[in-house]
């Protein structure tokens, strides 16, 4: 996704629902947060328990799955996008991304694969494995990629009948 800086983001969700795989487009716009409906690809408002303009809070999302790594431990090199980075292990508690969504209700810990620029540490990529909700399979993956930092965008809020 791209973020306009204060409060404006726009990207996509690629995920799998019992096997199907599902992409969701979604806006923010200050308080307003619009996705698409996965079956019929029309946009509507998002959610109040998901909070995808959290992700990007400097004090929340991303912010708090760094400051809650434990066990962070140098796993080689690698190159994401065309930037060199470090690749970096660790673990992180389900409960640090509360932030994200209130529907956390896994109490155990994502084991966290981060890489960071390795000319500028800025966060390249970011993959966390392991449920946020209680009835989700040990095995769920999540991957995070941010590139293309200071890059101008626009975002347009959708329409919504």
């Known amino acids: 996704g791209d973020v306009q800086k204060p409060d404006k983001l726009v990207g996509s969700v690629n995920a799998a ?6 992409k969701i487009n979604v806006v923010v716009d200050g308080a307003s947060q619009y996705w698409t409906d996965p079956a019929s690809g029309r946009w509507g408002p998002m959610p109040s328990e998901l909070n995808m303009a959290a992700f990007f809070d400097p004090s929340k999302g991303m912010a708090d799955i760094l400051g809650n790594v ?5 796993d080689g090199t690698e190159n994401v996008d065309g930037t060199d980075t470090y690749r970096l292990k660790g673990s992180v508690p389900a409960t640090a991304l509360k932030s994200l969504t209130s529907e956390v209700t896994a109490t155990g810990n994502l084991s966290t694969t981060l890489w960071i620029g390795a000319s500028d540490f800025l966060l390249r990529k970011a993959d966390l494995v392991g449920p946020l909700l209680a009835d989700e399979p040990a095995d769920i993956d999540r991957t ?12 347009e809020t959708p329409v919504v009948p």
């Open 70 to 74: 434990k066990g962070l431990s140098a």
């Open 144 to 155: 995070i990629t941010i590139k293309d930092y200071n890059k101008a965008v626009k975002v």
């Open 17 to 22: 629902y019992s096997g199907i795989p599902v």
